[in-house]
C-alpha cells in the first residue's frame, strides 16, 4: 500500500513540475509581447545622456607592460577556490551525499560513454548533472530528490521522507505558478479582447508605461 501512495506522490509530482514548466515557457511569451505592446511613458533623454557621458580612459602604454616575476595574488585566489569547493563537499550532509552519489552514478560524464544512449538525453543529463552538484553544494535535497525522479529512479530514502520533500517541492511549484499567472503580463496576454482594454488602462496608469505606437 505504502509503495502505490509513493508512486502515486511521484506522479503529482512530475505533473505539477510539467505544469510550471509549461506556465513558465507561456510566461515567455506573455513577457515578450508585452514588452513588444508596451514601453516607458517619460521622455528620450538620450541626448541629455550624450552631453554627459564620461570619456572613457584610452589604455595607457605602461599597462601593456608588467614584471614577469609579479604576483598580483592569483595562486593565492586559486588556492582559496579549491579550499571553497574542499568545505562545501565536506558541509554536504549524509543525505545529500546518498542522493547526489545516485545522480552521479547515472548522469556523470565519465559514466555516461559506456551507457547506450543518443545525443539529446546525453546533454540532458549531463545538465542534470550540474544541477545537482550545485544542488549538494547547497544541501538541497529537494532539487535532488527533484532529478532523481525526473530520471525515473527511486531515491531510496525513507518514505516519510521523501513524501514530505515532494510535498515541499510540489507546494513551491504550485506558488511560483499563482506568481506567474498574476503577472500584469500573463494577465494582460490571457485577457479576452473586452478584458485588455480595461487591463491597459490600469498598466497606463500604475505601471508608468505607454502603448507602442
Not at 506522479?11 to 515557457?25: A, G, I
Not at 595562486?75 to 552519489?101: A, G, H, M, P, V
Not at 530528490?145 to 525513507?158: A, F, H, M, R
Request: charged share 40%; hydrophobic share 30%.
Amino acid at each position: 500500500m505504502k509503495t502505490i501512495s509513493i508512486k502515486k506522490k511521484r506522479l503529482e509530482f512530475k505533473f505539477h513540475k510539467c505544469e510550471y514548466e509549461e506556465v513558465r515557457d507561456l510566461h515567455d511569451i506573455c513577457k515578450e509581447m508585452f514588452l513588444s505592446s508596451f514601453v516607458p511613458d517619460f521622455p528620450d533623454a538620450d541626448a541629455e545622456e550624450e552631453e554627459g557621458l564620461p570619456a572613457v580612459a584610452e589604455p595607457s602604454e605602461e599597462s601593456g607592460t608588467q614584471d614577469p616575476d609579479y604576483d598580483d595574488g592569483g595562486n593565492k585566489e586559486d588556492t582559496n577556490e579549491r579550499s571553497k569547493i574542499e568545505n562545501k563537499k565536506n558541509s554536504r550532509t549524509k543525505l545529500t551525499k546518498t542522493l547526489y552519489k545516485k545522480i552521479a552514478l547515472h548522469t556523470h560524464p565519465d559514466r555516461l560513454v559506456s551507457l547506450q544512449l543518443d545525443e539529446d538525453e546525453i546533454e540532458r543529463r549531463k545538465k542534470l548533472y550540474i544541477l545537482a552538484t550545485v544542488a549538494a553544494d547547497c544541501n538541497d535535497t529537494g532539487e535532488l530528490v527533484d532529478i532523481i525522479v525526473d530520471l525515473g529512479l527511486s531515491p531510496n530514502i525513507d518514505l516519510s521522507e521523501e513524501v514530505e520533500i515532494l510535498n515541499s517541492r510540489i507546494e513551491n511549484y504550485l506558488n511560483a505558478c499563482k506568481i506567474i499567472k498574476e503577472s500584469p503580463e500573463w494577465v494582460w496576454y490571457n485577457a479576452s479582447d473586452e478584458e485588455k482594454l480595461s487591463i491597459e488602462k490600469q498598466i497606463l496608469y500604475q505601471m508608468g508605461l505607454k502603448k507602442k505606437e
